[in-house]
């Protein structure tokens, strides 16, 4: 018996790691050679490819499919349909397997629905991207980025609250943390 459960009409393949408490939902499949942490989530229709490394409490909704290359750090939320790719130029008739570019997604960050995510960009940690975003460049630590391209339009708290700034200080109303800007990154003045 497993300490990960996988819902009758999923497959986990042999040489997959899963990690204790995570839940595997209907029709996903998750292929050798995959990582996965612990307590984390994967909706219906979720695909892992080999060669991907998931963190622990990460949480993957519906139609998700996480490429090779692809590493979600811990606590990262991706939201429905969300898209991953691994390669800048695909062609059908050459094949690019030796070309995955690495997308690195931080702590923390979410990716919103429907947004799509191009291969070699980082997320930074607790950047939120949101829905139906194109993603194309890297994302700064705590950044909220929206739009076809992304563009940041914001701050983002650890808590997933939106954050004022002003002045180069923002405090967050929920949480109470408080941030400073320099110099276009911001960084958490709490531990």
Not at 6 to 15: I, K, L, M
Not at 94 to 103: A, C, I, P
Not at 162 to 176: I, K
Request: net charge negative.
């Amino acid at each position: 018996m497993s300490d990960f459960y996988v819902h009758e009409s999923s497959f986990v393949d042999a040489g997959a790691e899963v990690g204790a408490g995570t839940k595997i939902w209907h029709f996903c499949h998750v292929m050798s050679g995959a990582v996965i942490g612990s307590h984390c989530t994967l909706g219906q229709n979720v695909v892992v490819m080999s060669g991907t490394r998931i963190g622990n409490n990460v949480k993957i909704q519906n139609n998700v499919s996480v490429y090779e290359g692809v590493v979600l750090e811990d606590d990262v939320f991706c939201g429905p349909s969300c898209v991953f790719t691994n390669v800048t130029t695909p062609r059908s008739h050459v094949s690019r397997k030796g070309q995955y570019e690495r997308t690195l997604v931080r702590r923390g960050a979410t990716i919103g629905a429907n947004a799509t995510v191009v291969c070699g960009t980082i997320r930074g940690e607790y950047a939120f991207v949101g829905a139906g975003a194109l993603v194309a460049a890297d994302v700064p630590a705590h950044a909220l980025v929206v739009g076809v391209p992304a563009r940041q339009v914001g701050w983002m708290c650890r808590c997933g609250e939106r954050l004022e700034v002003s002045e180069g200080v923002g405090r967050c109303a929920n949480c109470d943390l408080e941030y400073r800007e320099e110099a276009g990154r911001l960084r958490s003045v709490d531990p």
